[in-house]
């Protein structure tokens, strides 16, 4: 689990959208970017070459869509 406090701080470094935790990923709270970044060991793996780009069906199902709205 990623804590709180670094939650607060953390942002998408492809669009600097805040992230929204989902399992064991975070997710990117703007719908135009909608990347998803793996969590390993407690720790997110913020690179953009690594994450994923969910479809906007995907987005709409996490957690991510509800903070965007």
Do not use: H
Not at 33 to 60: F, G, H, K
Request: glycine letters at 2%.
């Amino acid at each position: 689990m990623v804590s709180p406090d670094l939650l607060k701080i953390l942002a998408c470094p492809d669009c600097k959208t805040s992230v929204v935790p989902d399992g064991e990923a975070l997710v990117c709270a703007n719908d135009q970017c909608r990347r998803q970044y793996r969590i390993e060991d407690d720790i997110p793996v913020m690179l953009i070459d690594e994450s994923n780009v969910l479809t906007p069906e995907e987005w709409a199902q996490t957690p991510a869509a509800s903070a965007s709205a």
